[in-house]
């Protein structure tokens, strides 16, 4: 398998976390939805990452959908997202709300790098910033110190999610250290295993 993509985008690093998740061998070709617009293109007509092209040539678009796909195809009783009932709701609830941060914090991070000084709208921004914080907020009083994961005792898309949204949103200047201290301890042992690791841009 190609992941196409830079793992500096969240949506491309929750791809490859997931395929390390499950032993998964593949290739990577780091590309930029911004700097490779056009052999992006060639994978994803939208120009955005990350892209997965199969074995079989078939190639998926948009982080959740490929994350779907992995999890039926090689994930089975040990998938990252459970297949159905109250747990299946739960991971898929805090993914959803770690996603929403991600797209928040990634809105102000273009503003901020691509929108010219003098047409920057600080409010907007700010606003961006305050919603990407509070939905890690939300996710940090769930964190039970005492525990290894976020939910269910074991790694799942919660985990992976929530990891890669304090990270782009630490990126923009918050302060998970103080704001979301459970959170970011969390993170920090994520960071030890080698999915996550092995992943870092």
Not at 92 to 101: D, E, H, P, S, W
Not at 137 to 151: F, I, S, T
Not at 153 to 160: K, N, P, S, V
Not at 180 to 199: D, G
Request: aromatic share 4%; hydrophobic share 40%; proline share 6%.
């Amino acid at each position: 398998m190609l992941l196409v993509g830079v793992n500096r985008s969240p949506y491309t690093r929750r791809v490859a976390i997931t395929l390390k998740a499950y032993g998964m061998p593949f290739e990577q070709r780091a590309l930029s939805g911004f700097a490779d617009r056009a052999e992006v293109r060639t994978r994803n007509p939208l120009g955005r990452i990350p892209a997965l092209v199969l074995d079989s040539g078939e190639t998926l678009i948009d982080s959740g959908a490929i994350i779907d796909h992995l999890d039926e195809t090689h994930g089975r009783n040990r998938a990252l997202t459970p297949e159905a009932g109250a747990d299946r709701r739960a991971v898929m609830k805090v993914a959803a709300t770690m996603m929403g941060a991600c797209d928040k914090a990634l809105q102000a991070a273009y503003s901020r790098n691509h929108t010219p000084p003098e047409k920057q709208h600080q409010p907007w921004f700010d606003d961006c910033i305050a919603q990407a914080a509070s939905a890690l907020a939300a996710v940090d009083a769930m964190v039970n110190p005492n525990e290894p994961y976020l939910l269910l005792g074991r790694l799942t898309q919660a985990d992976i999610t929530a990891f890669v949204a304090e990270r782009i949103a630490r990126g923009l200047g918050v302060d998970t250290d103080t704001q979301m201290p459970k959170l970011r301890a969390l993170t920090r042992k994520l960071m030890e295993e080698e999915p996550f690791r092995s992943t870092e841009p």
